[in-house]
């Protein structure tokens, strides 16, 4: 499975941006979904997860309430839809997808989510203050 980025950009706090993960390859509803992001000097931090049904989502603290994620499988996409920016929002956002059976595992922390094995190149996002 390839999986391609798109939406980041640069907007003022405040402001709203719509993340892409675009699959390519077989048998995408077989996997389930996270972004993830990465901000200078710091360590990669999962965002938000859905299981390969959208039976399960889930958010990290630090953006529950401000970010929804969407699943289309007939379209292979998973849209994270980002509200509310803060600065320390910015960040290198990546989606990636794990090969696992059933919902349990996303309704779990990011830290307990299961090995990711495929990852897009990431798209980079920049709140301004």
């Known amino acids: 499975l390839q999986l391609v980025e798109s939406g980041g950009g640069t907007v003022q706090a405040g402001g709203s941006l719509r993340l892409s993960c675009a699959a390519s390859g077989w048998l995408f509803d077989y996997y389930g979904i996270g972004w993830f992001r990465q901000a200078p000097g710091r360590e990669r931090e999962g965002v938000s997860c859905v299981s390969r049904s959208a039976g399960s989502t889930n958010f990290a603290d630090s953006v529950k309430g401000r970010f929804t994620i969407f699943r289309d499988n007939a379209k292979k996409t998973v849209s994270l839809q980002m509200n509310n920016l803060t600065p320390e929002d910015t960040a290198v956002y990546y989606c990636?997808?794990?090969?696992?059976?059933?919902?349990?595992?996303?309704?779990?922390?990011?830290?307990?989510?299961?090995?990711?094995?495929?990852w897009g190149q990431g798209t980079q996002v920049t709140v301004s203050s």
């Open positions: 990636a997808a794990v090969d696992y059976y059933g919902d349990n595992w996303c309704m779990k922390p990011p830290p307990s989510w299961p090995d990711f094995t495929s």
